[in-house]
């Protein structure tokens, strides 16, 4: 099967690319789209690389590279009633939510913000640049992915 490349964004307050850099590898939790939570469980693969995205950031932008490491499984802070992610109606033998394992790979030199990222003509039809698409994981082309790199470093 032939590796995929992923764009996956988080608030840098809540969990940034330094805090993955430090951790190492983390869980990807609390996502709760149905199109993303689908990319997640059907689609995303060990191996498959990940471009690290800080949203609702002044500026956002790509932080740097990941990579999944573990393959989707049940979300389990759906299941505490304590974690700001419980989903009451997610049963655990009949989970609606999961997440996937991610490791640090690299932080880019540079932050790739949202701007740059849309004046690129080389990167005019990617997915996070299309009007309306604000999904939290998503499909990027080894394309746009190799651009970003680029741009960040």
Known sequence: MAEKYWLIKSEPDVYSIDDLKKDKKTHWDGVRNYQARNFMRDEMKKGDKVIFYH??????????????????????????????????????????????????????????????????????????????????????????FDEIVKMGN
Request: with cysteine.
């Open 55 to 144: 949203s609702n950031s002044e500026p956002p932008g790509a932080a740097g590279i990941c990579e999944v490491v573990k393959e989707g499984y049940p979300d389990f802070t759906a299941f505490d009633p304590e974690d700001n992610h419980y989903d009451p109606k997610s049963k655990e033998d009949n989970p609606t939510w999961i997440m996937v394992d991610v490791k640090f790979i690299e932080k880019f030199k540079n932050l790739v913000p949202l701007g740059k990222i849309k004046a690129n003509p080389k990167l005019k039809n990617m997915k996070l640049v299309q009007r309306g698409n604000r999904l939290s994981v998503m499909p990027v082309t080894k394309k746009e």
